[in-house]
Nanobody, 115 residues
Framework: QVQLVESGGGLVQPGGSLRLSCAAS????????AGWYRQAPGKQRELVAD???????TYADSVEGRFTMSRDSGNRRVYLHMNSLKPEDTAVYYC?????????WGQGTQVTVSS
């Protein structure tokens, strides 16, 4: 049974920083790309960042230059470093990892940017 567990969300003031983490566990024999998504109230879930097993990243225009996605050398844990946070970054953030030929989702973690 493969599971993804996220951590690192919370309340932060505008201009602040947070780091999200997503750890995969279970019987994993194949690893592919991974991504972070977010969903704000009343909006559709959107892709924030994506990373290949080789570490190549792509970002949504709205976060380019402020967010950085990375993964550890074992490709079991991915991170989202978020800097210069804005109120419009407020959302539930979801980790997505493609493992063993399937897509797995984390439980979601709330990020709130407010003064």
């Amino acid at each position: 049974q493969v599971q993804l567990v996220e951590s690192g969300g919370g309340l932060v003031q505008p201009g602040g920083s947070l780091r999200l983490s997503c750890a995969a566990s279970g019987n994993i024999f194949s690893v592919s790309s991974a991504g972070w998504y977010r969903q704000a109230p009343g909006k559709q879930r959107e892709l924030v960042a994506d990373i290949t097993t080789g570490g190549r990243t792509t970002y949504a225009d709205s976060v380019e230059g402020r967010f950085t996605m990375s993964r550890d050398s074992g490709n079991r844990r991915v991170y989202l470093h978020m800097n210069s946070l804005k109120p419009e970054d407020t959302a539930v953030y979801y980790c997505n990892q493609r493992l063993n030929g399937w897509e797995y989702w984390g439980q979601g973690t709330q990020v709130t940017v407010s003064s």
